[in-house]
């Protein structure tokens, strides 16, 4: 063998540019092997990064170092906070990213950074002695040596993308499908099973009536990815809003039958929480309409991607309901969506390193686990970037638990539970999400990672110094008193009980606006408003945080009762419509079994707790 590497990447994706990223970071030699180098960094689904859980994954990608905020930044041309109105802990960022602009900087990040080699080929054998990598063989033959091998072939084994009766063998449009690397997975031992996910038409911006579909706008103030940036750098723009409807949904339900997903040629399950049109229309056969969110895939690019009609429909029947549409009754079709089918790796394979059980060396990211999206593929990376790396310098791996980080939660779900649909990134998922906010990724990971040598001295700086003026800032409203006749006069009303309030107590309270803050200190201002932020809302937070400890360590205390044998629970008020299906499916025996089940959330394990102590009062 030759060209000896410490780690080798097989993937260009978005777990492969992250993982690449992690190795070169942490100083190791690492090779990316692509089919296509200018295919790397590519969107190839939706034009945007983020949204609820989803941005939390992005905030702790950027906190260790990671390039997928600095690349969504560059590349974001409409900034929104989801869920504003809601508290810190439950908001997500999202932006629509100009498609082009996100690949280069992707690339420029990768392809500038020392010791990282691209390699324009596809891996079609890995070479594994006595249960450890040793290389990977490349379809011209040619044989390169590692210890540590990381596959991130996103929806590219062995896959199949549907168009009504059409098939065709490729992981996405213009890109064939990896087999022989999908029988070489299936030949060490792994369980392996089918999931698919589907994508929409895409059309052309020119022949859109932009005139009669609603506006989306940006956000006034924008709400960055990269704890490095405080602006954005490129023009914001708007999005827009239509609906399918009854004409819409007719022409699907008589057309039903010609799609992959409902006439047999598709078996596997999809992502329950991004279906296709015909699942909308079939499951949800009570609404009338749809949204569907037009979005543009650049600023000078004249394609849109209609968010929410990803379908596997004839190319004739796609024309036809999608121009029954509100705005797009003469749109033009650049391409046709379709549904693609591929194989993946069932995650409870992996050690909480994704490291493989059975091989040394080999780790896994990505779709290839059973995930979905892109976020959910980049934190995956850059964890088996991070430990492919430790593994060949043998040091201990680097493991995230579920208290520090959305990305330990969504690995620590993925080996223990396993998928039987593509897994999705909520905050629901996690037992400590109060505490996991968006705001301070960097405070709970930055120090981690420049520990291990991911983070640069420069960023670790700059975090010691946030730290440093929150702790400043905190103890200054833990200790400046304030009179109940001020509050009074300013309209907050406490008890009379004659004790002055603190003001932190005062930060914590709704409905407190800046300018009854500045009344009261006006010095709060001098400092930096990602500082006054974070302090206010851990003040917010404080009560309800050790309130959720509590309730994790009542779920610990009872994790082993028994689960009544006769327990409906279809009937169990405040579970969602997916847990009540599979509890009902599984019938777990006690909670730790149900615990395991996908999908399980904590806030559900704490409602079954509830109602078998109910249950048994009753008895």
Not at 21 to 46: E, H, P
Not at 247 to 254: A, F, R, S, Y
Not at 519 to 536: G, I, M, P, Q, S
Request: proline residues 3%; charged residues 25%.
């Amino acid at each position: 063998m030759k060209h000896l590497f410490d780690v080798i990447v097989i993937g260009g994706g978005h777990a492969g540019s992250e993982a690449t990223y992690a190795v070169a970071r942490a100083g190791g030699r690492v090779a990316l092997v692509t089919k296509k180098r200018d295919q790397i960094g590519v969107m190839s689904c939706n034009p945007a990064i983020g949204g609820l859980g989803k941005g939390h994954l992005v905030r702790e990608i950027d906190a260790l170092g990671g390039l997928m905020g600095v690349a969504a930044d560059i590349s974001g041309i409409q900034f929104r906070l989801l869920n504003r109105s809601k508290g810190p802990a439950v908001q997500g960022p999202r932006t629509q990213s100009d498609r082009s602009l996100y690949k280069e900087a992707a690339q420029n990040i990768l392809f500038l950074k020392k010791n990282v080699t691209i390699i324009e080929s596809e891996v079609v054998d890995i070479f594994i002695e006595k249960g450890a990598v040793k290389g990977v063989e490349l379809e011209d033959g040619t044989k390169l040596g590692t210890i540590s091998a990381i596959i991130t072939t996103g929806t590219f084994l062995n896959g199949v993308i549907r168009i009504g009766e059409e098939k065709i063998k490729a992981g996405r449009v213009g890109d064939f499908a990896s087999s022989k690397l999908a029988k070489k997975i299936r030949g060490i031992g792994l369980n392996t099973g089918r999931l698919k996910t589907g994508t929409p038409a895409r059309l052309s911006s020119k022949t859109i009536n932009w005139n009669i579909v609603e506006k989306q706008k940006p956000d006034d103030k924008s709400t960055l990815f990269s704890f490095l940036h405080k602006k954005p750098f490129q023009r914001q723009i708007s999005c827009g809003i239509t609906y399918t409807n009854r004409v819409t949904h007719e022409i699907i339900l008589k057309n039903i039958r010609k799609s992959a997903i409902f006439n047999g040629s598709i078996t596997s399950n999809g992502p329950r929480y991004c279906p296709s049109i015909e699942d909308k229309v079939v499951r949800f056969s009570d609404k009338d309409e749809h949204q569907v969110f037009l979005e543009p895939e650049g600023l000078n690019d004249d394609t849109v991607y209609p968010n929410g009609i990803s379908t596997s429909l004839p190319r004739d029947i796609q024309e036809k309901y999608i121009r029954s549409i509100k705005g797009l009754e003469n749109v033009k079709i650049k391409s046709f969506g379709y549904a693609v089918e591929y194989d993946f790796v069932n995650p409870k394979d992996l050690k909480s390193s994704l490291e493989v059980k059975n091989t040394k060396g080999l780790f896994l990211a990505g779709q290839v686990n059973g995930t979905t999206g892109y976020e959910e593929a980049a934190a995956q990376g850059l964890i088996a970037g991070i430990n492919a790396y430790r593994h060949a310098v043998q040091e201990e791996p680097f493991v995230l638990d579920r208290s520090e980080a959305y990305i330990g939660v969504m690995i620590d779900d993925l080996v223990t539970k396993g998928v039987i649909e593509p897994y999705r990134m909520f905050t629901s998922r996690a037992e400590f999400r109060l505490s996991l906010r968006c705001d301070n990724a960097d405070i709970r990971l930055t120090e981690k990672g420049h520990k291990i040598n991911i983070v640069s001295d420069d960023r670790m700086r700059l975090v010691s110094k946030k730290i440093g003026a929150i702790n400043r800032l905190t103890e200054k409203t833990k200790t400046m008193l304030i009179p109940n006749r001020k509050l009074e006069e300013l309209g907050i009303n406490q008890k009379k009980d004659g004790k002055k309030r603190s003001f932190h107590h005062i930060l914590a309270l709704n409905g407190i606006t800046d300018e009854t803050l500045q009344k009261l200190w006006k010095d709060f201002f001098n400092f930096d408003l990602d500082v006054r932020e974070f302090v206010r809302a851990d003040a917010k937070y404080n009560y309800y945080i050790q309130r959720q400890k509590s309730e994790v360590d009542r779920l610990k205390k009872n994790i082993n009762t028994v689960i009544p044998k006769n327990m409906n629970f279809r009937k169990i008020e405040g579970l969602s419509s997916e847990l009540k299906t599979k509890l009902s499916e599984v019938n777990p025996q006690h909670i730790h079994e149900a615990s395991k089940i996908d999908g399980m959330t904590p806030s559900g394990l704490m409602l079954l707790i509830s109602k078998i102590n109910s249950y048994k009062k009753t008895a």
